[in-house]
Nanobody, 123 residues
Framework: QVQLVESGGGLVQTGDSLRLSCAAS????????LGWFRQAPGNEREFVAG????????YYADPVKGRFTISRDNAKNTVYLQMNSLKAEDTAVYYC????????????????WGQGTQVTVSA
C-alpha cells in the first residue's frame, strides 16, 4: 500500500510559479514510478508529468513541456512538480499518482492516488 498527500496548491496570477509536493508513505518509495495528473471542471483527468522509480526518466504532456518540471527526492519520499509561467488553462485539481505499469502516461496505469490539490491561475 502507498499513501499520497499533495500540498502546495493555491491561487496565483498568470506568469507566476508554484511548486506542488506529494509526500508518500507505505511501501519503499524508490521502488515505484510517480506521476502528476490534473482535472479541470467538466474535463477528464489528464496526464501532466511522470517520473520513473530512479528519477532518471521523465515524461511530460505537450501543454506543459518547457514550463513544468517533475522531480523526486527518494530520501524524503517526496515527488515535486515545479510549475513556471502558469497560464489560466493550468487551473485544475492536481493529483499525485504512484506505481504505474506501462508508459506512465495513462491514468488507468496507476494504482495509488492522492486526494488532489487545487491550483487556480487568474488571468
Amino acid at each position: 500500500q502507498v499513501q499520497l498527500v499533495e500540498s502546495g496548491g493555491g491561487l496565483v496570477q498568470t506568469g507566476d510559479s508554484l511548486r506542488l509536493s506529494c509526500a508518500a508513505s507505505g511501501r519503499a518509495f524508490s521502488t515505484y514510478g510517480l506521476g502528476w495528473f490534473r482535472q479541470a471542471p467538466g474535463n477528464e483527468r489528464e496526464f501532466v508529468a511522470g517520473i520513473n522509480h530512479r528519477g532518471v526518466r521523465t515524461y511530460y504532456a505537450d501543454p506543459v513541456k518547457g514550463r513544468f518540471t517533475i522531480s523526486r527526492d527518494n530520501a524524503k519520499n517526496t515527488v515535486y512538480l515545479q510549475m513556471n509561467s502558469l497560464k489560466a488553462e493550468d487551473t485544475a485539481v492536481y493529483y499525485c499518482a504512484a506505481e504505474y505499469v506501462g508508459s506512465g502516461q495513462g491514468s488507468d496505469e496507476y494504482t495509488y492516488w492522492g486526494q488532489g490539490t487545487q491550483v487556480t491561475v487568474s488571468a
